[in-house]
């Protein structure tokens, strides 16, 4: 699995979960660089605006101004980023949610499990399939 030195965009609200989410990163062994911001607004400015092309988007599924899936739609209209894999994770384990967004066009859904080693387990799972 080499994804050191790629690039990842974390939408996530919620200033803890950026910090369990920076540190399940970190026990996966991998290096790479982070790039936060706080909704999806800011992060559709950031790629639209400022030409970022990420290597891996993941998204909250719950957020203020626009939600997840909302955001990964108006990713996923974007050219540059319609091969980007596109992680939704969420508290949330219902299929509903896990349907809908895969049938947007995530890439994986992750439920956010209870424990940062259980999450680092997600996030090596993930990117063992999208080398």
Do not use: W
């Given at each position: 699995?080499?994804?050191?030195?790629?690039?990842?965009?974390?939408?996530?609200?919620?200033?803890?979960?950026?910090?369990?989410?920076?540190?399940?990163?970190?026990?996966?062994?991998?290096?790479?660089?982070?790039?936060?911001?706080?909704?999806?607004?800011?992060?559709l400015?950031?790629?639209?605006?400022?030409?970022?092309?990420?290597?891996?988007?993941?998204?909250?599924?719950?957020?203020?101004?626009?939600?997840?899936?909302?955001?990964?739609?108006?990713?996923?209209k974007?050219?540059?980023?319609?091969?980007?894999?596109?992680?939704?994770?969420?508290?949330?384990?219902?299929?509903?949610?896990?349907?809908?967004?895969?049938?947007?066009?995530?890439?994986?859904?992750?439920?956010?499990?209870?424990?940062?080693?259980?999450l680092?387990?997600?996030?090596?799972?993930?990117?063992?399939?999208?080398?």
């Open positions: 699995m080499d994804v050191n030195g790629k690039t990842c965009l974390i939408i996530e609200d919620d200033p803890d979960d950026q910090e369990i989410f920076m540190l399940a990163l970190k026990q996966t062994g991998a290096s790479f660089h982070c790039v936060f911001t706080n909704n999806g607004l800011e992060a400015s950031s790629l639209n605006e400022n030409y970022f092309h990420p290597d891996y988007i993941f998204i909250d599924l719950n957020m203020p101004k626009l939600n997840g899936l909302q955001c990964l739609v108006e990713i996923r974007h050219p540059d980023h319609l091969n980007t894999p596109v992680v939704i994770y969420s508290t949330s384990s219902e299929d509903i949610y896990i349907n809908h967004a895969m049938g947007l066009g995530a890439s994986a859904f992750i439920t956010k499990p209870s424990s940062i080693p259980l680092a387990d997600a996030l090596s799972s993930f990117f063992h399939s999208y080398k």
